[in-house]
């Protein structure tokens, strides 16, 4: 498995359990994950969008999928038809709409999350459990994109 995130955060995906951790703000990082596979990725799964989306994308294996599930850097928007010649797919995933058109489905696998949260088979990292008083803090973590992990809000 290889982690993607900005240059202070690689020893955290790591940590986390990446094989490979590489930094995408270095303009030739997806030449490190093509020497690392040269074949390409089975998967692709993404939250940045815009142009970490579009190199990921020509990082992908004949027949890979990249799942788009966020635009955290603001686009997704551009992605070129010609990159998925190559027998590419690319799909998206959302929360809201998995529990709307597949209700019974989201609640089954949502409780079959839990269950291995509740064995230990699962884990998060909390960066930081502020009180909802504090809510600005945390506005400003996600801003100066300071976390790695969860930023909790408590009553
Ligand atoms: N589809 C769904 O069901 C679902 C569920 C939850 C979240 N989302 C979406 O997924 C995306 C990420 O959510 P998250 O909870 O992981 O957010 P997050 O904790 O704030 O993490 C976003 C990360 O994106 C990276 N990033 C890259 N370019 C960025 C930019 N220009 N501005 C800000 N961040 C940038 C940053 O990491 P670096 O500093 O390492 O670059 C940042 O820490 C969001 O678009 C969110 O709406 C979708």
Known sequence: MIGAAS??????????????????????????????VPAGVDVVLDAVGGEVLRQSLGLLAPFGRAVVY???????????VSSLFALRTVTGFNLTA?????????????????ALFAGGRLRTSVHAELPLAE???????????????????RP
């Open 70 to 80: 966020g635009a955290a850097s603001g686009g997704a928007d551009e992605i070129p």
């Open 7 to 36: 240059g202070g955060k690689l020893e955290f995906v790591q940590a986390v359990g990446a094989d490979l951790a590489v930094d995408y703000a270095v303009p030739d990082w997806p030449e490190r994950v093509r020497a690392a």
């Open 98 to 114: 998995w529990r709307r058109f597949a209700p019974d489905r989201a609640r089954a696998e949502m409780a079959e999350v839990a």
């Open 135 to 153: 809510a600005a803090t945390a506005h400003k973590l996600m801003e100066e994109r300071a976390h790695t992990g969860r930023l909790l809000l």
